[in-house]
């Protein structure tokens, strides 16, 4: 199981981002975070085309299938959605890891006993602007 935002773990952390120009004020060779909706569309392209690691967050199955499609290195849902988005991930191979969100550090065995990917806790996302 990989961890993001862990308290006591070394990891990586997520920019989120809301717009291309944004991307310019992450660190090189960072992996961006946005929302799947359909008005990101063309951030997730330009990332993807420009070699920049993403992670989606998903809302449904759709979205996790999208995500993958689209070239996600991660797709982040909430923890209702983590056995799904892991079964329908492994079932279609996806190169993407499934990362469910948590606050809470006693989740972690149930999110291993479900099979998940990873765990990601908020304070791994950080909200970047383009100003």
Known sequence: MIFFGHRFL???TLYHVFD???ILHTPPSSTIYVEFDEKNLDIINHAVLNSVKIA???KNIREVLYASSLGASYIVVEKELAKSAQN???????DAKILALTEDEDEIEELALLGVDGAIFSNAIIKISSL
């Not at 329908?88 to 996806?94: G, P, S």
């Open 56 to 58: 989606i967050f998903a």
């Open 88 to 94: 329908i991930a492994e079932n279609y191979l996806f």
């Open 10 to 12: 070394k990891n990586e």
């Open 20 to 22: 291309i120009d944004s």
